[in-house]
């Protein structure tokens, strides 16, 4: 079966944009794409459009994810995959995504935003919100309507990983059937292989990797899907015609030369050291009631109720915690929109100092209760 039988028929027929900069190389005297003849900020070369899809980046971003560079499609960061992947896929009010809750949020703004039905699997706070193989796959082997799987290994926020095993099943059954997503904005803080390996065997994968959390470079808004190259040419027929900025792409290149290999290193290291330093200040604190390490740069916790619950902290014990942290200039995230996730906070792991501060204000906390 081909890849495209799973996708929008609209999107298979369409004639797809041929941009100035596709139909030509950027060689030569340049007349077609309308652009000024010179930039007004001497040698930022800002007057042309960028490459779609410089061959450079995809190359180096090819090596980094252990694919091929026709497995690649550079985007504005995993967020952009989502958005791709749901529009090509999923028919408005008849295809659905797949889901399991508490995760990553923009799955389900993308489904919604492109009319696309939300099935969705909640996990279970009685084993920290890990996934449910099992169920999901009973989910999609009884609904047709599922053209999308999002997996996030490791999760946000529960930090679990999907295991390779679970994950083939998974490709198995949704072969000829529905696109499995596995979202692995978090792979480089955590010990699982990438499942960008079972690409060349499965046409129904697709990978989301970004240079956001473990390249400290949220800023950049650089990310891949990786996948066959017929999954990524249907991709390539919505995405935007420039989606890349040329000093995106000129920092994107900087940023993945190999001396900066050796610096990625070392910041994992010092995140994986202050995982250790932020775990060690939260054991022990009678206000949060579960603490869930994950694999990830960030914690899960459950505060309880106590005697400082105010109005607020009624309806969610976590708020109130959350107030006085922000009060005092330390922000955590509370997720007020996922009823799953009532009482629970999440914690990024930051510096030594900023782990520091938080503990201070932990230790003032626990003492008004
Ligand atoms: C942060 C995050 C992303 C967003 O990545 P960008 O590349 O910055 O768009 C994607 N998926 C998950 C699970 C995330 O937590």
């Not at 249907?234 to 993945?256: F, G």
């Not at 200040?281 to 005697?307: D, M, S």
Request: glycine share 8%; proline share 7%; with cysteine.
């Amino acid at each position: 079966m081909n890849i495209e039988a799973l996708a929008r028929p609209e999107i298979v027929a369409m004639q797809p944009y041929s941009s100035a900069r596709t139909e030509a190389p950027a060689r030569g005297i340049l007349l077609n794409a309308n652009e000024a003849p010179r930039s007004l900020l001497a040698g930022a070369g800002l007057n042309r459009y960028p490459d779609p899809q410089p061959q450079a980046l995809v190359e180096r971003l090819a090596a980094l994810y252990g694919t091929r560079p026709d497995q690649v499609l550079v985007t504005r960061g995993s967020d952009e995959g989502i958005d791709l992947l749901t529009r090509v896929f999923c028919r408005a009010g008849r295809d659905a995504v797949l889901i399991c809750p508490p995760t990553f949020g923009m799955y389900r703004i993308a489904a919604q935003s492109q009319g696309a039905a939300i099935v969705s699997l909640p996990r279970s706070p009685a084993n920290g919100f890990r996934l449910d193989g099992p169920a999901l796959l009973a989910a999609l082997r009884t609904d047709p309507g599922i053209k999308l799987v999002f997996l996030t290994s490791p999760n946000n926020p529960s930090g679990d990983g999907v295991g390779q095993e679970l994950l083939l099943e998974l490709l198995e059954q949704a072969r000829g059937r529905a696109v499995v997503v596995m979202d692995e904005a978090y792979a480089e803080f955590c010990g699982l292989p990438s499942s960008a390996a079972l690409i060349d065997e499965h046409e129904n994968l697709a990978v989301l990797r970004t240079l956001s959390k473990a390249w400290a470079a949220a800023g950049l808004r650089c990310g891949a899907v990786l996948a066959q190259p017929g999954l990524i040419a249907l991709l390539r027929r919505v995405i935007a015609p420039y989606p890349l900025p040329s000093p995106v792409i000129a920092l994107a290149l900087r940023m993945l030369q190999d001396d900066m290999l050796e610096r990625q290193r070392q910041l994992l290291a010092e995140v994986a050291r202050n995982k250790t330093a932020l775990l060690e200040t939260l054991a022990g604190r009678t206000f949060l009631c579960e603490v869930i390490p994950g694999e990830a740069n960030f914690v899960l916790a459950r505060v309880g109720g106590g005697v400082n619950s105010g109005a607020d902290s009624a309806a969610d014990p976590a708020a109130a915690l959350l107030a006085f942290c922000a009060e005092r200039g330390v922000i955590l995230r509370g997720f007020p929109a996922e009823p799953l996730l009532r009482g629970y906070i999440r914690i990024t792991v930051g510096t030594r100092e900023e782990i520091a501060a938080l503990s201070t204000l932990l230790d003032e906390w626990g003492q008004r209760r």
